[in-house]
């Protein structure tokens, strides 16, 4: 059992603020200053640095599939890391470097070799792919090493549920013509997660661990007050760094539990090895 601890969470904050001048402008320096990480991300990149201490591992060539930018600035310090996105205007938020990359890219259909990578990671990617989510995973099983790990955190529930907006938050999005609604996100529950391993071939499960919120009901606050627009820019950036920063450390909890203790939503931190 992992225990992700508000020192594991405090260490990710120290490593982004450690990275702010490594940022490629001004603008993008000052609002990750103020407002580093959405809540639950705190735990996911924390949940994979400790994995790789623990495990005393050092990859050396390392593929960030869509996720967050800062974890691919946290690892770019010791690895060569391509950050990867299908949304070209995430490049804008790459400082190139002989460590540090972008690339274009279509999470479900990848245009590395197979086995390239040592460590392939995935933070709050899955849920947002409609429809095609194994087949990415599949993706990224193939472009990692023998012996190397993939790494996934997507979240989940304990009553599958797929969630559309009347707004856009990520681009390529899945849209129904009919209402003009953009897919957000599926929550999977335990039926949807056991099928999506049941569909994974040549790889071992190192870890899988399910972090619920604290409070039922606490995540789908925490998105009404951060989806709230009021006053300028500046005023909203200051309210979601200040939700994100506290609930940063206090939406899920510190220990995993399984589906049986599930509530409305949860974050499933998976770590694959290839065989």
């Given amino acids: 059992m992992t225990v992700i601890s508000y020192y594991d969470r405090l260490k990710v904050l120290g490593r982004i603020y450690a990275s702010l001048p490594r940022l490629p402008n001004l603008s993008l320096k000052i609002v990750t200053l103020l407002d ?39 690892l770019s310090r010791r690895a060569k890391v391509i950050k990867t996105d299908i949304d070209p205007i995430e490049g804008r938020n790459i400082s190139l470097s002989k460590n540090l990359s972008f690339r274009r890219e279509d999470a479900t259909s990848l245009s590395f070799p197979a086995n390239s990578f040592d460590l392939v990671y995935s933070a709050s990617v899955l ?19 023998r012996g190397g790990y993939v790494y996934l955190a997507f979240s989940v529930a304990k009553k599958y549920k797929e969630e ?53 009901g606490a995540y ?11 006053g300028g820019k500046v005023i909203v950036l200051l309210k979601n760094s200040f939700i994100d920063t506290f609930l940063g450390f206090n939406l899920l909890e510190n220990r995993p539990r399984g589906f049986s203790q599930a509530r409305s939503f949860g974050d499933c931190y998976l770590i694959l090895r290839k065989k």
């Fill in 36 to 74: 580093p990480l959405v809540a639950t991300r705190n735990s996911e990149f924390a949940y994979l640095i400790k994995f790789l201490e623990q495990m005393k591992l050092a990859p050396k060539r390392i593929l960030d599939v869509s996720s967050p930018f800062a974890l691919a600035y946290i």
């Fill in 220 to 230: 789908d606050r925490h998105f009404s007050l951060h989806a709230k627009r009021f």
């Fill in 127 to 145: 849920e947002h792919i409609y429809g095609k989510y194994i087949g990415a995973v599949q993706e990224m099983i193939r472009v990692t090493k």
């Fill in 164 to 216: 559309w907006l009347d707004f856009s938050i990520y681009a390529h999005q899945a849209k129904r013509l009919q209402t003009e609604e953009n897919f957000f996100q599926y929550r999977f529950d335990r039926r949807h997660v056991k099928e999506m391993l049941a569909n994974l071939k040549g790889v071992e499960i190192v870890r899988r661990e399910i972090y619920w919120e604290r409070k039922e």
